[in-house]
């Protein structure tokens, strides 16, 4: 039988998490939105307090924590920063394709040293002239005596500016698409790395995404982390890794917006009475709960599936799919619950709609994850 | 040096309030219990402490029921406390803040103790009053409302203040001493991630309660306060707007101004 209640370890995990957004993130996350600071003095306490390499085990430094876990912690700092979050989590995003795809040699050596201090690492996959057609990689790599040398560029990555390691993505041979892409790990010191300038976002505004060049890029062949042809299925499972924790940080915003909502419900009178007691305001927050609710569970199954050696491919693109449109139809409806006042920056709630839309586009484009259900569904008919 | 601090599971601030069917207490049914704040003070003081005098010793120790209890101790531990013991009472049991401090005397006395430290009142009941009963059950001298307390490793003796009305008091005084802690030197610090997943695997040591006297208190009444009405909220567009609505509340409704 399923279990839903949580243990009191997970409870404990999910306070310290609760207590950090509530305390630390939310305080600043309107400042941060407006101005697009990065606020590097609340990542370097995530770092401390053990909220930021959750994924990396213990023996190399991480926090070692299951997916579940993992989910309970990012829809927590989520409810307080989506924008904060994002950059929080992406260290769990960059190194995964080292736990994955890396030698105990490689691990040891690459995450032991990374952990051990306060440090940003970047996932570099996207190129310009594409995300979702991960097969399309432009970046080249070509063999060099015992190194290879990396041309190309990368954009929209996370912490870009701020990395001190990165994991990339490039191809030694285009002609064989999926099966030419390697996966390097690369410091941000060597010789011809150079990330470009911070993007203008409509959300996440706390977060840094940027660009990142190589530049005739010298990387040893012993920073490879698997065969030349392994790279595109690291990416791919790195991907089944980290897209259900999306569901549980689109799952935050939701659970913000809905609460929101009902206190401002509460408070607010029209027509002589609360707007809660008006049945047109009811049915919004009642919507609303079901979405937040089922968001909720369907990431907790899937995080719950994989934990229990379960692939997970259908289960994550399900949860990440519906709480990430979730998330943008919840925000969407606490707007609107506030009225004028929702579409006024000095209330919070149109940023969680800004920073709901992400949910929808990053770590798989809602349409690829819709794609991959239809494919894993339609293979049990076939 | 051997710290004991005691701690109190109290609900969370957040959390919502009934009253039991007794009509007397507070219902504790689905409430969450947390460390009450000012423990978490007196914690951050053993803590800094023990980090000041090498060989300090810091030992957490409660009483209360299943499973609050033992959760603040954990908490105790994952803040960083050496040891932690549970004084097991059942939920229910006696309110009186002098049986608390004798049952808490009873089992210290029976652990080494230079310094016994306390918040300065519970974060719940607010009753201030088992420090000080503490420190006569114990026969060593008691103080409360200290701030800014220090071992003098030279003479031997902690040192501390008391802020009092208009002014501040400042004291000297060898161990062993019971100290109600005003606050910490510093902001209470927060468990790491690691500590807290070691804390669950810590052990709670169990004492038998004892040295509970006949109570003669009981609590007959616990009632939360009546919700507020008659709040007016003034609706405006700019500051200027706002001024001139309530100027004029002041001077019609309520008559503030003639």
């Not at chain 1, 209640?5 to 997970?10: R, V």
């Not at chain 2, 062993?176 to 070691?198: E, S």
């Amino acid at each position: 039988m399923p279990e839903f209640s949580l243990t009191p370890d997970q409870e404990s995990l999910r306070d310290l998490a609760r207590k950090f957004a509530r305390t630390e993130m939310a305080p600043h996350a309107a400042e941060c939105d407006r101005t697009a600071r990065f606020p590097e003095e609340i990542y370097r306490k995530a770092y401390d307090l053990g909220l930021m390499n959750l994924n990396v085990p213990t023996e190399f430094g991480g926090s070692g924590l299951g997916l579940f876990e993992q989910c309970l912690i990012v829809e927590e700092l989520a409810y307080g920063c989506a924008g904060m979050t994002t950059s929080i989590i992406a260290n769990c995003l960059a190194l995964e394709p080292i736990l994955l795809g890396g030698s105990p040699e490689q691990r040891r050596r690459f995450l032991t040293p990374f952990c051990a201090s306060y440090q940003l690492a970047s996932f570099a996959l996207t190129e310009p002239s594409g995300g979702s057609d991960a097969g399309a990689i432009r970046t080249r790599a070509r063999r060099d005596g015992d190194a290879y040398v990396l041309e190309g560029e990368k954009c929209f990555i996370t912490n870009a500016p701020h990395a001190s390691l990165y994991t990339v993505f490039a191809t030694v041979d285009p002609e064989r698409k999926h099966k030419g892409i390697a996966a390097f790990v690369v410091p941000r010191s060597a010789k011809g790395v150079s990330p470009g300038k911070d993007e203008e976002k409509m959300g996440h505004r706390a977060s840094s995404t940027g660009t990142v060049r190589f530049e005739g890029v010298r990387v040893p062949a012993e920073d490879r982390l698997g065969e030349e042809g392994d790279g595109f299925s690291i990416a791919m499972r790195t991907l089944d890794q980290t897209r259900t924790p999306i569901g549980a940080l689109a799952t935050g915003i939701a659970q913000a917006a809905l609460d929101l909502a009902a206190a401002y419900s509460l408070k607010r009178e029209t027509f002589g009475k609360p707007i809660s007691e008006h049945q047109a305001i009811q049915i919004k927050l009642a919507n609303m709960a079901q979405a937040v609710h089922a968001a909720r569970l369907l990431t907790w199954h899937a995080a719950w599936t994989i934990d229990h050696g379960g692939k997970g491919t259908l289960e994550s693109s399900i949860a990440k799919c519906f709480a990430s449109d979730a998330a943008l139809d919840v925000a969407d409806e606490a707007i609107q619950t506030f009225g004028g006042y929702g579409y006024m920056k000095e209330y919070p709630v149109e940023k969680l709609l800004r920073d709901a839309k992400l949910t929808q586009i990053y770590e798989g484009a809602n349409e690829i994850q819709r794609t991959v259900i239809a494919r894993e569904l339609l293979r049990a008919y076939q | 040096m051997e710290i004991v601090v005691c701690v109190k599971p109290v609900p969370e601030a957040e959390t919502r309030l009934r009253v039991a069917a007794d009509g007397a207490r507070l219902d504790a049914e689905g409430v969450k219990f947390v460390l009450a704040g000012y423990d978490e003070s007196a914690v951050e003081q053993a803590l800094l402490l023990k980090e000041a005098v090498a060989g300090s010793t810091v030992h957490a120790i409660a009483l209360g029921p299943a499973p609050r209890t033992e959760e603040v101790l954990r908490a105790a531990v994952a803040l960083g406390c050496d040891k932690a013991s549970w004084i097991e009472v059942p939920s229910g049991g006696s309110d009186d803040p002098l049986d608390a401090a004798r049952i808490l005397a009873a089992a210290i006395r029976g652990l080494p103790h230079d310094l016994v430290l306390c918040g300065k009142q519970a974060g719940d009941d607010e009753s201030g009053l088992v420090a000080g009963a503490l420190a006569e059950a114990l026969g060593v001298p008691g103080f409360g409302y200290v701030v800014d307390l220090r071992w003098d490793a030279a003479r031997s003796r902690f040192t501390f203040h008391r802020a009092v009305e208009s002014g501040q008091e400042s004291w000297e005084c060898p161990g062993p001493i019971v100290i109600g802690l005003q606050q910490a030197w510093n902001d209470p610090r927060t468990a790491k991630l690691p500590a807290i997943l070691k804390s669950r695997k810590a052990t709670i040591t169990k004492i038998a309660a004892s040295g509970a006297a006949a109570s003669v208190a009981t609590p007959e009444k616990f009632e939360l306060p009546a919700p507020r009405t008659g709040a007016k909220m003034i609706e405006y567009r700019t500051p200027q707007e706002a001024a001139e609505k309530l100027v004029r509340i002041l001077r019609e409704d309520a008559k503030v101004f003639p």
